[in-house]
């Protein structure tokens, strides 16, 4: 094996600008009694913050952060978060989460920005791969088994580990790659689309010093639809997050690339 390749699920293998983000300015709007609706800047602008990596916490902030923008005190307002979840699930996934054959919500049309002969050509390179999102569960296998049909891919999800940037998830996939391709020393790469994602990079060098671990972001979707401007500006925040390299799209991460990327550092 030549190195480790984790990637984040969300704005990197599928396109969640009309799913999470979508369900994102429901729950804000819903909550806020149809008087705010964020737009895609004011989720990008959260983001990269880099501490609001899950969705229905992201959503809860934008909420608080409407009210205090209207004189109101944060401490005193009283928000059911399970019911926040709910509300949000309910759009999202839109059915029981034990039954994926009936979910009918904004989950069932995401765009894939990949495909499963992506992961071939990297077993093929002998590149490790496995996952690392803050989506649950049953959401990431949604896209990894029924619609790439990958056959039980290495996952650690939302239910696995803390929240990014905590690094315990990513250190925990690459532990259990390394063992299964028996390499223990293999550098690690992490592939994701937010400030959070290459935090949690640093901070997995920072506690797992024998490996080297290296942060590659990809722009989502709706950062490149919004133009030059706006991708160079997102761009930025990336490299300043600490990615050694930003690349449009997944795809574009080759094997060869991440050997380069893995024997220059």
């Given at each position: ?32 009694d ?41 401490q ?163 490299h300043q ?19 380069q ?5």
């Open positions: 094996m030549t190195c480790i390749a984790v990637f984040d699920i969300d704005g990197v293998l599928r396109d969640v600008s009309g799913s999470y983000r979508r369900a994102i300015a429901d729950t804000v709007e819903a909550y806020t149809g008087q705010y609706r964020p737009q895609p800047d004011d989720i990008d602008t959260l983001k990269r913050e880099g501490c609001w990596n899950n969705d229905w916490e992201a959503s809860k902030e934008l909420i608080l952060r409407y009210f205090e923008g209207q004189g109101g005190d944060r005193q307002m009283d928000i059911d978060f399970d019911a926040l979840v709910k509300f949000f699930q309910d759009r999202y996934r839109g059915g029981d989460p034990l039954q994926p054959d009936l979910w009918q919500g904004y989950i069932t049309r995401e765009p894939l920005l990949v495909s499963a002969s992506y992961f071939a050509a990297l077993s093929q390179a002998q590149v490790g791969w496995g996952f690392f999102s803050g989506a649950t569960r049953s959401s990431a296998l949604y896209v990894l088994q029924r619609r790439l049909g990958l056959n039980d891919p290495p996952l650690i999800a939302m239910e696995d580990a803390p929240g990014k940037p905590d690094p315990t998830g990513l250190l925990a996939i690459a532990n259990t790659l390394s063992v299964a391709h028996q390499h223990p020393t293999a550098a690690v790469v992490y592939v994701g689309d937010t400030v959070a994602d290459m935090h949690t990079a640093l901070a997995a060098s920072r506690q797992d010093s024998p490996r080297t671990y290296i942060g590659v972001g990809i722009l989502p979707p709706h950062v490149r639809q919004r133009g030059p401007a706006y991708t160079a500006d997102y761009r930025n925040s990336l997050a600490g990615a050694a390299l930003v690349l449009n799209q997944v795809t574009d991460l080759t094997p060869e690339q991440l050997n990327i893995t024997q220059a550092t």
